[in-house]
């Protein structure tokens, strides 16, 4: 079964930035598209990034576009996801999960479960 465990939330002021991190286990993951989604209080889960399996292509909600990058290590089983020039609205829980496929992704149809997430607050 896969494991998913994110870290590197916390509190920030608007302009700030933060860098969250998630390992996976359960499976090796080099085939796997990676990605970044949030939960907002009263709201439901929503994109954020993916990266496919090579780490060579990469999609972003408009959202974040241009201030969020999502990157990967294969040989650690870890993605990444650099916050800069944060803002209140991007206050939320953040999970990561894997897929087999990157263009579903968007979907968030091909998961089983979920991490328990990392919390970000952006004060304004």
């Known amino acids: 079964q896969v494991q998913l465990v994110e870290s590197g939330g916390g509190l920030v002021q608007a302009g700030g930035s933060l860098r969250l991190s998630c390992a996976a286990s359960g499976r090796t993951f080099s085939g796997y598209a990676m990605g970044w989604f949030r939960q907002a209080p009263g709201k439901e889960r929503e994109f954020v990034a993916a990266?496919?399996?090579?780490?060579?292509?990469?999609l972003d909600a408009d959202s974040v576009r241009g201030r969020f990058t999502i990157s990967r290590d294969n040989a650690k089983n870890m993605v990444y996801l650099q916050m800069n020039s944060l803002k209140p609205e991007d206050t939320a829980v953040y999970y990561c999960?894997?897929?087999?496929?990157?263009?579903?992704?968007?979907?968030?149809?091909?998961?089983?479960?979920w991490g328990q997430g990392t919390q970000v607050n952006v004060s304004s």
């Open positions: 999960n894997v897929g087999p496929r990157f263009a579903s992704m968007t979907t968030q149809t091909d998961f089983d479960s």
């Open positions: 990266i496919n399996s090579s780490g060579k292509i990469t």
